[in-house]
């Protein structure tokens, strides 16, 4: 029952009607040093009794019963591909690399 009411108060604060739904991140909590320039789009669905988060086009995803905790490990993941492609020197990185880090960089930049 209380896994009902979970997803009933998220979806209501998030003006969803069903899961799976999308949920656009715009702003990293405070523990990010990051700043979004545009949304980052994660496609939602509850699942065994946890939230499945996922980005498709950066290949991340997290899960947690808490929504909350779900997003916040969406947020680490961003910034552990933020660290692993543009904090590293691009002659350290394929083609594939790189456009990977472009593609990181076209939605964020350091705080």
């Known amino acids: ?8 108060n998220i979806m209501e604060m998030f003006q969803v009607q069903q899961i799976p739904f999308s949920f656009e991140l715009e702003d990293f909590s405070d523990s990010i040093p990051l700043k979004l320039i545009q949304p980052l789009k994660l496609n939602v669905r509850f699942e065994n009794n946890r939230y ?3 980005n498709d086009e950066l290949k ?3 899960f947690d019963s808490d929504f909350e905790k779900a ?3 969406m947020e ?8 692993n492609y543009v904090l ?5 990185l394929s083609p594939s690399g790189l456009r990977f880090k472009k593609l990181i960089q076209s939605y964020a930049v350091e705080a």
């Open 88 to 92: 590293i020197h691009e002659n350290r």
């Open 71 to 73: 997003v916040l490990d």
């Open 60 to 62: 991340m995803f997290s």
């Open 52 to 54: 499945i988060l996922e």
């Open 1 to 8: 029952m209380m896994q009902d009411t979970m997803t009933k």
């Open 76 to 83: 680490q993941y961003f910034l552990s591909l933020w660290k």
